[in-house]
């Protein structure tokens, strides 16, 4: 079957410093790669996405990388802001099957001023 | 504003009460879906509508039931609930079909059984 694995949180960092979460995946066919971020009290917003090898997605800072080799889609963003706290999650979807995303269990990032 | 409406925000409710929970979007979009977001759980997928006809139900108690009168509007009914399920239920749509095409999520509903 279908699975995202990403790393466990929450990951706490300073201002200013350097993000990377990690996320990989097994699927059966060609995904569909994406990043949601989870703001507190609120539904997730869609950050970013890739839809093919080696395409790269990104928004506001963040970019993630489909890596087909290694089967991971690592989000980045070389300065965090306190603004940036959030739950982050990975999914896929896979074209032309099961339309319906599999998600990551999440991964939360504290950022301290 | 993210183009999918869910109310109530909040919700309190005995175990003996009936509620609904409402969704909207105008997205055009033509797939809808349920999620119940607990602490400390993943996301589960408990409803999906595709064109309107409800196309998984993912062993949902019966307390649960969703309902789907056209591509714009989702409902939850919820009837005589566990304390197990205060969560934050989250509706979400999207294109079926179109590649890369990713959700859109309402704020949810953080419900409350007591």
């Known amino acids: 079957g279908n699975s995202v694995t990403q790393m466990e949180g929450p990951v706490t960092l300073s201002e200013e410093a350097f993000l990377t979460i990690n996320c990989t995946y097994t699927?059966?066919?060609?995904?569909?790669l994406f990043w949601y971020v989870q703001y507190p009290g609120e539904g997730l917003q869609l950050l970013l996405k890739?839809?093919?090898?080696?395409d790269k997605g990104s928004n506001k800072g963040f970019e993630a990388t489909y890596r087909k080799e290694t089967t991971s889609f690592h989000l980045e963003k070389g300065s965090v802001q306190v603004s940036d706290s959030a739950v982050y999650f990975c999914?896929?979807?896979?074209?032309?099957?099961?339309?319906?995303?599999?998600f990551g269990r999440g991964t939360s990032l504290i950022v301290h001023p | 504003e993210t183009g999918v409406t869910q109310t109530p925000r909040h919700l309190v409710m005995g175990m003996t009460n009936k509620k609904s929970l409402k969704c909207e979007q105008h997205?055009?979009?033509?797939?809808m879906y349920w999620y119940k977001q607990s602490a400390k759980k993943p996301l589960e997928l408990m409803f999906v509508?595709?064109?309107?006809?409800?196309?998984e139900n993912n062993s949902v108690p019966s307390r649960f039931s969703p309902e789907c009168p056209n591509s714009s509007h989702l409902f939850l009914h919820l009837h005589t609930l566990q304390p197990e399920d205060s969560a934050l239920y989250l509706c979400?749509?999207?294109?079926?079909?179109?590649?890369?095409?990713?959700?859109?999520f309402g704020s949810g509903t953080r419900l409350t059984v007591v």
């Open positions: 999914a896929l979807t896979l074209s032309g099957g099961s339309y319906i995303p599999t």
């Open positions: 979400a749509s999207s294109t079926v079909g179109v590649k890369g095409d990713g959700y859109t």
């Open positions: 997205l055009g979009h033509n797939a």
């Open positions: 699927a059966t066919g060609y995904p569909s």
């Open positions: 509508y595709s064109l309107e006809e409800r196309v």
């Open positions: 890739a839809t093919k090898a080696d």
